[in-house]
């Protein structure tokens, strides 16, 4: 398996401007994650969809975020208008979630990030 | 929301020493993990823990899920370059369908 794939890896844009980042999950997960590294917060979790269908969208900063599942192997999280606080590095993952046969099977996978510099 | 505090934050050690690294926290979590990221990675998953009590073995790696199930360490021993990272422990509270709090991480460093 291909494991998590999103693009771009990086991206650098000016304040102001729409970002868009993408995520395609592994293949038969159904539990898609967004997670923001930063050095001073660390690693939080951003929003979860299950089925397509967005579970917890709690950790979303604010309304310039959104994020969509339109189908099951494919996400986006925009950003508009960007700001240079939004810098940091964007993690999807994804899990089989509660169809898993076992605990094991629950774990998320990680993709390698997107790193975003916004100047 | 709830936060994991994570121990040390950076380790400087020798080749072939031992490390201990623990996480505590102000509230339950029903699962607990370790994962570790290289630069330029996402995080991977090392160890997962189930059940509080639980102690658990990956290679050279060991973890325990707390009794109180608010606390967990990882131990690695004799340690080799390819430990250098960041070991993130991680909490879930209603299992595999649960995003994941992250602790701040412990930077290994390892001096040949």
């Known amino acids: 398996d291909a494991g998590v794939i999103q693009s771009p890896r990086h991206e650098v844009t000016e304040m102001g401007q729409e970002v868009t980042l993408r995520c395609k999950p592994i293949?038969?997960?159904?539990?898609l994650f967004w997670y923001r590294q930063t050095m001073m917060r660390g690693l939080e979790l951003l929003i979860y969809?299950?089925?397509?269908?967005?579970?917890?969208d709690s950790g979303m900063p604010e309304d310039r975020f959104s994020a969509k599942m339109p189908n099951a192997s494919f996400s986006t999280l925009k950003i508009q208008p960007s700001e240079p606080r939004d810098s940091a590095v964007y993690f999807c993952?994804?899990?089989?979630?509660?169809?898993?046969?076992?605990?094991?099977?629950?774990?998320?996978?990680f993709g390698p990030g997107t790193r975003l510099l916004v100047l | 929301g709830q936060q994991l505090n994570q121990s040390p934050q950076s380790m400087f050690i020798q080749e072939g020493e031992d490390v201990s690294m623990n996480c505590t926290s102000s509230?339950?979590?029903?699962?607990w993990l370790w994962y570790k990221q290289d630069p330029g990675e996402g995080p991977v998953l090392l160890i997962a823990?189930?059940?509080?009590?639980e102690l658990t073995s990956n290679g050279r790696l060991t973890a325990q899920f707390g009794i109180t199930r608010k606390d967990s360490f990882l131990n690695i021993s004799a340690s080799i370059p390819s430990d250098v990272g960041i070991y993130f422990c991680?909490?879930?509270?209603?299992?595999?369908?649960?995003?994941?709090?992250f602790g701040k991480g412990t930077h290994l460093i390892i001096q040949p």
């Open positions: 993952a994804s899990s089989l979630g509660r169809r898993a046969r076992s605990k094991s099977e629950e774990t998320q996978y």
């Open positions: 293949s038969g997960h159904d539990y």
């Open positions: 969809f299950n089925n397509n269908v967005p579970i917890d």
């Open positions: 509230s339950i979590f029903n699962t």
């Open positions: 823990l189930y059940k509080a009590g």
């Open positions: 991680a909490g879930q509270i209603r299992g595999g369908a649960d995003g994941l709090t």
